[in-house]
Nanobody, 115 residues
């Protein structure tokens, strides 16, 4: 079991940057992968980025080149650095982890990008 707490969201102008954090209640060293998802009003939750235990990362095409996911195993934290933000990036961003076949979600952090 793991609790995930996201932070770092907020209101930013288009072109700005934010760094989201996801703090886990247990060691993330052994977790195969952790990810960031987002859900905009009226839309389905979608994958933003994943980072695997060994380090490889994957990104949605919509954020590729503008976002970087990273993990700090010592701090049990996963980060999502987002640059060149666009109004279409506005959404609630959720952290995700899978532990022994069970998927866990944080409560989400709101990101609002104004034009």
């Amino acid at each position: 079991q793991v609790q995930l707490v996201e932070s770092g969201g907020g209101l930013v102008q288009a072109g700005g940057s934010l760094r989201l954090s996801c703090a886990a209640s247990r060691s993330i060293f052994s977790l195969n992968a952790m990810g960031w998802y987002r859900q905009a009003p009226g839309k389905q939750r979608e994958l933003v980025a994943i980072i695997r235990r060994s380090g490889p990362t994957s990104y949605a095409d919509s954020v590729k080149g503008r976002s970087t996911i990273s993990r700090d195993n010592d701090m049990n934290t996963v980060y999502l650095q987002m640059n060149s933000l666009k109004p279409e990036d506005t959404a609630v961003y959720y952290c995700n982890a899978n532990v022994l076949g069970t998927t866990y979600w944080g409560q989400g952090t709101q990101v609002t990008v104004s034009s």
